[in-house]
């Protein structure tokens, strides 16, 4: 059921006021008789139609903020939610944090991407990798069989003639 707006609570008081039966008014607005009802015990006991307070914290992203988020996620689906959270800002020009993209993405089923941690190499270190690896560079099939690969990982041996070693 969609939720009456502030004009349609108003506009529904007005009718019952003005004769209308609650069913009238519900069929008027599409709404359950029992919305009518309690908009009218509401409004016997306030004086008023506006929403109650409701516990718990405001959003800090609109609607349309989630649906840019999730768009921009869809456009570039290998950004990370930090990246994301800098093109976002959310209610009251105050930014949002990573936890909030996240939860905005997982919400419309999507996931974000985790930035790649890995050693950081300096110059001596990718030389001595290089120097190491040309060593190996050529080996042929019969040196390459005598290795025992112990952390069971597969490896695509691909040759100039076109054959693949598996």
């Known amino acids: 059921m969609p939720r009456l707006t502030s004009a349609e609570r108003e506009r529904a008081i007005g009718r019952l006021e003005a004769g209308d039966t609650p069913e009238a008014v519900a069929a008027t607005f599409q709404c359950h008789i029992s919305t009518i009802y309690r908009l009218l015990q509401r409004f016997g006991i306030t004086g008023s139609t506006a929403d109650a307070e409701r516990s718990g914290r ?12 999730f768009r921009s996620h869809v456009a570039h689906p290998f950004r990370t939610a930090a990246e994301t959270t800098r093109t976002v800002m959310g209610t009251h020009q105050a930014p ?13 089923g999507l996931r ?17 990798r290089l120097h190491w690896a040309q060593g190996f ?19 695509c041996i691909d040759h100039a003639d076109g054959r693949v070693r598996v």
């Open 112 to 128: 974000n991407c985790r930035p790649a941690r890995g050693p950081v190499l300096t110059v001596r270190h990718r030389q001595a």
């Open 58 to 69: 405001p959003r800090v992203t609109t609607p349309r903020q989630d649906r840019h988020i």
């Open 96 to 108: 949002i944090s990573r936890q909030t993209a996240s939860r905005r993405l997982r919400f419309r």
């Open 137 to 155: 560079l050529n080996w042929n099939n019969v040196r390459w069989q005598n290795v025992l690969f112990s952390d069971e990982s597969r490896f």
